[in-house]
């Protein structure tokens, strides 16, 4: 203990508990008040605490903003026939991309916030109640009286893939950007911000302005091809797009065919302000931009069970990388290719047994 420098030993006092006052610092320093106060400036400065009470880099949270639903999953027992009756079997869990996200990012071990919007009914105290139960933090979101919680019904065929998908979202349009900013504070002490395009266009608008001005990086996951107009035309402040090929071809207003296409594309977005894109192509794995061009890679061959929460798992899984390692995206794309792959293996729209070594050991 003896060998550490004053600065060093006032870390890791803080280290062990962030709410000691200057004062405590000092007499436990054996330093003045003023050389303690120093120091922590000094330390601010390197960015290896923040603010009160001294919060470590490590422990700023990923903050997810968006959609929590129930996922309603039917998959028929045979081959789909259109305009008749088919047999099924139906499944109910939690849902949502943002809390999708959310719960991979828990699971991964990340400070997770959730920001979103449910109803005061029973679903919505159990997508609470299952969230706070991982972990994860909502003290920013909203439980709207007399409003029921949103739903997800996702039709699978025989083999796991999804054939038509319903999405009863509309409680999202509450997450207004007068809400958003009473969260600000939690907003700016994030590591990371997670949005997905559940959201209202105006407070899309709004959190890439506060993007630009807190310098906190911000992802945006993409849901659907309608969603994309709530997008605005300054796409400034966005550190990562999240997309898919169809969600991209919206965006530009042309077919991309190929990887030539998907470049120019790519480029064309970027030119509107988004520093890096990740388009997925389903089976074929995924391209992100990289200063030498477009990167692409495959994605693993396994057997499908359900398709569902499998784009969010990728998200998650990416943004946990950025989240340690925010300078290689060639990493956080491969890592969310195994999350994926692991997650079309099961029935759950979260792999339950997820852990950071899921990734790591797969990796490795």
């Known amino acids: 203990m003896s060998d550490l420098s004053p600065r060093q030993r006032i870390l890791q006092l ?5 709410y000691l006052s200057q004062q405590e610092l000092a ?22 605490i923040l603010g009160r009470a001294y919060v470590l880099p490590e422990q700023r949270p990923v903050v997810c903003i968006g959609g929590a639903n129930i996922d309603r999953k039917v998959r028929t027992l045979g081959p789909l026939q259109m305009g008749t009756s088919n047999p099924v079997e139906v499944e109910e869990t939690f849902g949502g991309v943002g809390r ?6 828990a699971r991964l071990g990340a400070p997770t916030h959730l920001i979103t919007a449910v109803g005061q009914d029973p679903a919505g105290e159990a997508l609470l109640s299952h969230l706070h139960a991982l972990g994860v933090d909502t003290r920013g979101s909203l439980q709207q009286a007399h409003a029921s919680s949103g739903t997800y019904t996702a039709v699978l065929d025989d083999h796991g893939e999804m054939v038509l998908a319903l999405a009863h979202m509309q409680l999202c349009d509450a997450l207004t950007p007068t809400l958003l900013q009473q969260c600000s504070a939690q907003r700016a002490a994030a590591a990371l911000t997670v949005l997905d395009l559940n959201l209202p266009a105006d407070s899309v608008a709004s959190l890439l302005h506060a993007a630009r001005e807190d310098a906190v990086p911000l992802v945006v996951v993409a849901v659907s091809i309608p969603k994309m107009a709530r997008l605005p035309a300054d796409l400034r402040g966005i550190r990562l797009l999240i997309l898919n090929r169809g969600e991209l071809e919206s965006r530009v207003g042309r077919p991309l065919p190929d990887l030539a296409a998907l470049e120019a594309a790519c480029q064309q977005v970027q030119q509107q302000g988004v520093q890096d894109l990740i388009v997925t192509l389903g089976a074929a794995g995924v391209v992100h931009t990289h200063s030498q061009g477009l990167v692409h890679l495959p994605a693993p061959q396994v057997p499908v069970r359900d398709v569902t929460g499998a784009g969010d798992a990728f998200s998650a899984a990416v943004c946990w990388s950025l989240h340690q390692q925010p300078d290689d995206l060639t990493l956080a794309c491969r890592r969310g290719l195994t999350l994926s792959a692991l997650t079309v293996q099961c029935n759950s729209t ?8 899921s990734l790591m050991d797969l990796l490795a």
Do not use: K
């Not at 054996?30 to 601010?44: E, F, K, P, Q, Y």
């Not at 979260?350 to 070594?357: C, E, G, I, Q, S």
């Open 100 to 105: 999708n996200v959310a719960e991979n990012l």
């Open 27 to 48: 007499e436990q320093t054996g330093l003045s008040r003023s050389a303690v106060a120093g120091h922590i400036a000094s330390l601010t400065r390197e960015r290896r």
């Open 14 to 18: 803080i280290q062990h508990n962030p």
């Open 350 to 357: 979260v792999y339950p047994d997820l852990t950071p070594a």
